[in-house]
Every structure is written in structure tokens, then in C-alpha cells.
């Protein structure tokens, strides 16, 4: 069956009115979450996590696919009224466009972010569409080597491109891999790091890590951060419908961070905040007029937005075909479908076309619901960051608390996410990125499973990762990585990026 046909039958598993119904929540709590600061996707997802088990599979990844891409949408809203990011992805995006709402032109900067966010979406998810198939294809000739070493550079990716020392990324990413190995060897019958705990014999949740290193770590932080003092714009939003010098400026950028968006989001630990600022560095450098960015260039607003809803969309690319989350949420994606009984990877597609297809019809349909609701509804979901954080983080808590319990029904599992929890606020306080701790934990058993398994194969051979060609092709960019940011000149300018990052 070709992509078209693939596609009508995506629509019509989309179009049913119990997964519109899905798509439409997902999408409505994705903005809502992205407009409040410090709740993000993460935290959503994981609190909902547990409960799509009662789910059909499509309906379960279509709500929480709209969560994690309606956040983008939402985040840029506050960005732009309220210089307060929703999320981390959007701190670029107040950098020029709460400028622009400061001279009143709150409405354009909305308005381009939107139509930006909408093509990069649209265009995002046709690349998906167009090459998640030829890529699962390529997959299925992939053996245990392959995998190994996939894997492997997945996870030396995320541990380089993240904020601090290389050496910290590798080590959150190898303490991961431990957590991950917690259980029975599936070979020898031997319990790992369990302790003689009973209850750790058969590993710990992925749901239950989750909301401890998130949720519970998250609600503790931002308990001390306050919004007070900030200057709202939503009462001059006018004139939504840009310009023609608006559009004839913002074109360009926004396919420019479509296409940056789109590479950066399927590397594993990139993702969107780094897409975003490396759209906002490109836009620098190439205009004209470089001394207007920071002082309300349009262009620091659809060149941004675009490259993270771009980012948003491509990184379902590996998660779905070759079952390598390209962020924490992806992880959080690929647990849903583990919860469902479905493995991710190559065979997702041809064994679930219905989940697959009815995911990359429900995004199209999303990113337009998106634009809908974000323009005409900005004075309602401003108004949200009135509601108190003393009443929002107790409903949190008490939401994860269910659900993690409703999972295996053991009140182990809410103490080991406390647990987690203070490991993730230990996190925060040493300014160690979670994102390698996280793709450990998932990716950790995966590369044990396909080292042993090569291993058998060669007879305890290591060359035989060398010698098949695909295999030796991933190490080596794993080590070329690895090489470079050694290198003064590379290292500096990751920094540069990851300091912006920061300040804003």
C-alpha cells in the first residue's frame, strides 16, 4: 500500500469520533499545560501514563502525541504576552516577541507564530509519513550488532548535547543503564541490585520513575518560584492577521526552522530547545538587520517556533521506527506503548497500521485543532496563570500518587517514585540534565540484550560489531562525536548555546 493509501486509512482511524474526542483533549491539555511554566509535557504524560491502560492503543498515543506537541503551541503564548516560557523549547521565542508585544504588536507575533507552528507541524508530519516507512524497512535488516550499536551512539548523542561537562552526560546515562538493569538476569536467573527487595525482583516501572524524577521532582522546584511582577499584554491582542511585510520577512525563516527543526529533532538529546535556538542563531547571522533581534525582530519569532513544532513532530520519527526515544517524552511515548503490549520499532507498521497511520492522521488533524484554539482563546489561556500553584501541585501529587498505584497496586511503587522524586530534585540542585538518565533507564536493557545476543553469535568475537559494515558505521559516528567535543572550537560553541539557553 502506498503513503496515500496508508494515509486514508490513517484518516479514517483518526476521524472516528472516539479518537477525534482523543486528539481534541490532547491538543486542549497540551496548550494548557504548555501556557502554565514549570508543568510541561513531562509531567503531564507521566501522571497520565498509568491511566492509558485502560485505552484503546490509538487513542492512548493520540492523546498523549497531542500533549506533547500542543505544549509547543501553548508555551509560545505566554512567551510572547507574558515573557514567562511555558516551556523551555519557547525561551527564544520571548526573546523578540515579548519585545513585540511591548510596542503592540502582540497580535503579529502570535499570528506568525502560529502559522509558522502550523507549516513546520504539517511539513513535519509529512516527513514522517514519508520516510518512517523506507526507515523501518531499512530496520528490519538490522541484527544484534546493529542494534548495539544504534543504541549505543543513541545514547552518547543524548549524553553529549546537553547541558554540562561531557563526562557528567555520560555518567547520568551509565547510572540510567544501572536502574534499568534492576531485576532478574534473563539469562542466569541472578537478581540485580534489588537489595532483597522482593518487589524490585521484577524491575521498577518506567511510570514509576517517570513521575518521581519528574512530577515529584518538578512540583518541589517550582514550589519557591513565584509570577509575580510580570506585565501582561493580553489587552492590546489586536490585529491577529499579519502584514504582507510581515509575511514577505518571516517566509524564509519559518522554512529555514522547518528544516533545521526537522534534522535536529530525530537526534537523540537535541530536540526542541536546541532546534530553537539554533534557528534563532541562524536568523541572527543571516539578516540584514541583526542589531533589531532582541528588540522585536519577527524573524526571532517564526524562525524559532517553527524549528521547535518541526522538532516536535520528527522526533516520533526513531521512537516509532527503531524504538530510540530522541527525548525524555518520546521515552515516556515508548512506555505508553510497552504499557499497550506493543514493542516499538520495526515492525510497529506493518504489525499495528491502524496505531501507526491513525497517529500520523491525528497530527494533521491536531495542528490545525491547534491553531483554532490558541489565537481566538489567548485572554483564557493568559487567565490560567492566575490559577494558585498552592491548589495545582497538590492536584498533581495526588494524581500520580493513583496512578503509579493503580499500576501493580503496591505501595513500593509510590515510594520508590518519593524516591525518585529527591533523586530528580538532586538533579536539579547539581544542574545534572535528566534526558541521558532517562534514555538509559529505556535504551539500558535494549543494548545488554543485543550485546549478549552478538556476542553469541561471534563466539565472544567483539570484532563482529566492526565488521558488519551498518554496525561500524554508527560507532564510528559515535566516536567522531565524541572526538569532536573535545575539540576546543566545538566545545565552545556547544557551550555558547547551552549558556544561552540557560539565560533565557
Same mark, same amino acid.
Given at each position: 500500500?502506498?503513503?496515500?493509501?496508508?494515509?486514508?486509512?490513517?484518516?479514517?482511524?483518526?476521524?472516528?469520533?472516539?479518537?477525534?474526542?482523543?486528539?481534541?483533549?490532547?491538543?486542549?491539555?497540551?496548550?494548557?499545560?504548555?501556557?502554565?511554566?514549570?508543568?510541561?509535557?513531562?509531567?503531564?504524560?507521566? +501522571?497520565?501514563?498509568?491511566?492509558?491502560?485502560?485505552?484503546?492503543?490509538?487513542?492512548?498515543?493520540?492523546?498523549?502525541?497531542?500533549?506533547?506537541?500542543?505544549?509547543?503551541?501553548?508555551?509560545?503564548?505566554?512567551?510572547?504576552?507574558?515573557?514567562?516560557?511555558?516551556?523551555?523549547?519557547?525561551?527564544?521565542?520571548?526573546?523578540?516577541?515579548?519585545?513585540?508585544?511591548?510596542?503592540?504588536?502582540?497580535?503579529?507575533?502570535?499570528?506568525?507564530?502560529?502559522?509558522?507552528?502550523?507549516?513546520?507541524?504539517?511539513?513535519?508530519?509529512?516527513?514522517?509519513?514519508?520516510?518512517?516507512?523506507?526507515?523501518?524497512?531499512?530496520?528490519?535488516?538490522?541484527?544484534?550488532?546493529?542494534?548495539?550499536?544504534?543504541?549505543?551512539?543513541?545514547?552518547?548523542?543524548?549524553?553529549?548535547?546537553? %547541558?554540562?561537562?561531557?563526562?557528567?552526560?555520560?555518567?547520568?546515562?551509565?547510572?540510567?543503564? +544501572?536502574?534499568?538493569?534492576?531485576?532478574?538476569?534473563?539469562?542466569?536467573?541472578?537478581?540485580?541490585?534489588?537489595?532483597?527487595?522482593?518487589?524490585?525482583?521484577?524491575?521498577?516501572?518506567?511510570?514509576?520513575?517517570?513521575?518521581?524524577?519528574?512530577?515529584?521532582?518538578?512540583?518541589?522546584?517550582?514550589?519557591?518560584?513565584?509570577?509575580?511582577?510580570?506585565?501582561?499584554?493580553?489587552?492590546?491582542?489586536?490585529?491577529?492577521?499579519?502584514?504582507?511585510?510581515?509575511?514577505?520577512?518571516?517566509?524564509?525563516?519559518?522554512?529555514?526552522?522547518?528544516?533545521?527543526?526537522?534534522?535536529?529533532?530525530?537526534?537523540?538529546?537535541?530536540?526542541?530547545?536546541?532546534?530553537?535556538?539554533?534557528?534563532?542563531?541562524?536568523?541572527?547571522?543571516?539578516?540584514?538587520?541583526?542589531?533589531?533581534?532582541? %528588540?522585536?525582530?519577527?524573524?526571532?519569532?517564526?524562525?524559532?517556533?517553527?524549528?521547535?513544532?518541526?522538532?516536535?513532530?520528527?522526533?516520533?520519527?526513531?521512537?516509532?521506527?527503531?524504538?530510540?526515544?530522541?527525548?525524555?517524552? /518520546?521515552?515516556?511515548?515508548?512506555?505508553?506503548?510497552?504499557?499497550?503490549?506493543?514493542?516499538?520499532?520495526?515492525?510497529?507498521?506493518?504489525?499495528?497500521?491502524?496505531?501507526?497511520?491513525?497517529?500520523?492522521?491525528?497530527?494533521?488533524?491536531?495542528?490545525?485543532?491547534?491553531?483554532?484554539?490558541?489565537?481566538?482563546?489567548?485572554?483564557?489561556?493568559?487567565?490560567?496563570?492566575?490559577?494558585?500553584?498552592?491548589?495545582?501541585?497538590?492536584?498533581?501529587?495526588?494524581?500520580?500518587?493513583?496512578?503509579?498505584?493503580?499500576?501493580? %497496586?503496591?505501595?513500593?511503587?509510590?515510594?520508590?517514585?518519593?524516591?525518585?522524586?529527591?533523586?530528580?530534585?538532586?538533579?536539579?540542585?547539581?544542574?545534572?540534565?535528566?534526558?541521558?538518565?532517562?534514555?538509559?533507564?529505556?535504551?539500558?536493557?535494549?543494548?545488554?540484550?543485543?550485546?549478549?545476543?552478538?556476542?553469541?553469535?561471534?563466539?565472544?568475537?567483539? /570484532?563482529?560489531?566492526?565488521? %558488519?559494515?551498518?554496525?561500524?558505521?554508527?560507532?564510528?559516528?559515535?566516536?567522531?562525536?565524541?572526538?569532536?567535543?573535545?575539540?576546543?572550537?566545538?566545545?565552545?560553541?556547544?557551550?555558547?548555546?547551552?549558556?544561552?539557553?540557560?539565560?533565557?
Amino acid at each position: 500500500m502506498d503513503v496515500l493509501g496508508n494515509l486514508i486509512l490513517g484518516f479514517s482511524v483518526a476521524l472516528s469520533a472516539t479518537n477525534l474526542f482523543y486528539c481534541l483533549l490532547g491538543v486542549t491539555l497540551g496548550t494548557f499545560i504548555g501556557v502554565l511554566p514549570g508543568v510541561g509535557p513531562l509531567v503531564t504524560i507521566a +501522571v497520565l501514563l498509568p491511566m492509558t491502560f485502560t485505552l484503546p492503543p490509538e487513542g492512548a498515543m493520540i492523546m498523549l502525541a497531542g500533549i506533547y506537541y500542543g505544549a509547543a503551541y501553548g508555551g509560545s503564548t505566554t512567551a510572547i504576552l507574558v515573557n514567562l516560557p511555558g516551556e523551555a523549547s519557547s525561551v527564544v521565542t520571548a526573546i523578540d516577541g515579548y519585545q513585540m508585544a511591548r510596542k503592540g504588536r502582540a497580535g503579529a507575533a502570535l499570528a506568525i507564530a502560529a502559522i509558522g507552528s502550523l507549516i513546520a507541524g504539517c511539513i513535519g508530519t509529512v516527513l514522517i509519513a514519508m520516510f518512517a516507512p523506507p526507515l523501518s524497512e531499512l530496520a528490519l535488516q538490522f541484527g544484534a550488532p546493529e542494534y548495539f550499536s544504534l543504541m549505543l551512539m543513541a545514547l552518547i548523542l543524548s549524553a553529549s548535547l546537553v %547541558h554540562g561537562s561531557l563526562l557528567q552526560g555520560i555518567t547520568m546515562a551509565l547510572l540510567g543503564v +544501572v536502574v534499568g538493569l534492576i531485576g532478574i538476569d534473563v539469562n542466569s536467573g541472578a537478581y540485580r541490585f534489588t537489595f532483597g527487595i522482593l518487589g524490585l525482583v521484577e524491575g521498577v516501572e518506567f511510570s514509576v520513575v517517570a513521575m518521581g524524577l519528574f512530577a515529584f521532582a518538578i512540583i518541589v522546584v517550582n514550589l519557591g518560584q513565584t509570577t509575580a511582577g510580570r506585565e501582561v499584554f493580553t489587552s492590546s491582542v489586536s490585529g491577529l492577521m499579519p502584514t504582507r511585510n510581515d509575511m514577505k520577512r518571516t517566509w524564509k525563516p519559518i522554512l529555514r526552522g522547518t528544516a533545521i527543526g526537522s534534522i535536529l529533532g530525530i537526534l537523540p538529546g537535541a530536540g526542541q530547545t536546541i532546534a530553537s535556538f539554533a534557528s534563532y542563531m541562524t536568523e541572527k547571522r543571516l539578516s540584514r538587520t541583526p542589531g533589531e533581534f532582541g %528588540h522585536g525582530a519577527i524573524e526571532g519569532v517564526a524562525g524559532p517556533e517553527s524549528a521547535n513544532n518541526a522538532a516536535a513532530q520528527t522526533a516520533f520519527i526513531p521512537t516509532l521506527t527503531l524504538g530510540i526515544p530522541a527525548t525524555p517524552t /518520546m521515552a515516556l511515548l515508548l512506555g505508553a506503548l510497552l504499557i499497550q503490549g506493543i514493542t516499538p520499532g520495526p515492525q510497529v507498521i506493518d504489525q499495528h497500521p491502524e496505531l501507526f497511520w491513525g497517529l500520523i492522521a491525528s497530527m494533521f488533524i491536531g495542528n490545525v485543532i491547534l491553531v483554532l484554539l490558541n489565537l481566538p482563546l489567548v485572554g483564557i489561556w493568559v487567565a490560567m496563570l492566575k490559577i494558585p500553584y498552592r491548589w495545582l501541585y497538590p492536584i498533581i501529587l495526588v494524581l500520580s500518587c493513583v496512578g503509579i498505584y493503580s499500576v501493580n %497496586h503496591s505501595a513500593l511503587d509510590v515510594s520508590l517514585a518519593a524516591l525518585f522524586g529527591l533523586l530528580g530534585y538532586i538533579f536539579v540542585k547539581l544542574d545534572c540534565e535528566p534526558a541521558p538518565f532517562i534514555l538509559g533507564i529505556v535504551l539500558g536493557p535494549m543494548i545488554e540484550e543485543n550485546l549478549r545476543r552478538a556476542m553469541l553469535l561471534s563466539r565472544g568475537d567483539p /570484532m563482529i560489531f566492526v565488521r %558488519h559494515p551498518i554496525s561500524a558505521a554508527f560507532l564510528l559516528v559515535a566516536c567522531v562525536v565524541l572526538v569532536a567535543l573535545v575539540l576546543p572550537s566545538v566545545r565552545r560553541t556547544k557551550d555558547e548555546v547551552i549558556v544561552s539557553e540557560s539565560d533565557g
